[in-house]
């Protein structure tokens, strides 16, 4: 009996990054029609716990004692780094100097004196926050 997961994983191809299909339909993974079929609310949320695990392992290497940061700040900056990816997120140079000395209130303020602060106002808002709360 022919295993159906492995013969379409053969026939469809991996691919890691959306692309136009022949038929030209937004395509990736193991041929996932995004345009017609999308993701349901199940995937999307696996997605994002994958995206939260990334950028959770991505900050400890960045702050080794990340976990002795409280559960806010931990969460703030998880939020920041899954929606600026981890290369934007090191461009807030001063911001992680200032969160490795333990300087919050600067940490605050450096991601406040930022472009993404104008883009994402009412996100960057409650991140600057818990930051600087605590």
């Known amino acids: 009996m022919t295993d159906i997961?492995?013969?379409?994983?053969?026939?469809e191809g991996y691919r890691?990054?959306?692309?136009?299909?022949?038929?030209?339909?937004?395509?990736?993974?193991?041929?996932?029609?995004?345009d017609?079929?999308?993701?349901s609310e199940y995937e999307a949320e696996f997605l994002l716990l994958q995206d939260i695990k990334h950028a959770t392992n991505r900050l400890t290497t960045i702050f080794p004692n990340?976990?002795?940061?409280?559960?806010?700040?931990q969460?703030?900056?998880i939020d920041m780094m899954v929606n600026l990816g981890s290369r934007r997120f090191?461009?807030?140079?001063?911001?992680?100097?200032?969160i490795k000395k333990g300087d919050w209130e600067d940490?605050?303020?450096?991601?406040?004196?930022?472009?993404w602060f104008v883009q994402v106002p009412n996100r960057a808002k409650e991140i600057i926050g818990l930051?600087?709360?605590?």
């Open 90 to 98: 090191l461009l807030f140079r001063k911001m992680v100097i200032a």
């Open 131 to 134: 930051i600087k709360e605590g």
């Open 107 to 115: 940490a605050a303020n450096e991601a406040k004196d930022s472009k």
């Open 36 to 39: 017609d079929v999308g993701l």
């Open 66 to 73: 990340f976990y002795d940061f409280t559960v806010n700040r």
């Open 5 to 11: 997961l492995e013969m379409l994983k053969r026939h």
């Open 75 to 77: 969460a703030a900056l």
């Open 16 to 34: 890691q990054f959306l692309y136009k299909c022949t038929a030209g339909k937004t395509t990736g993974g193991y041929g996932r029609n995004f």
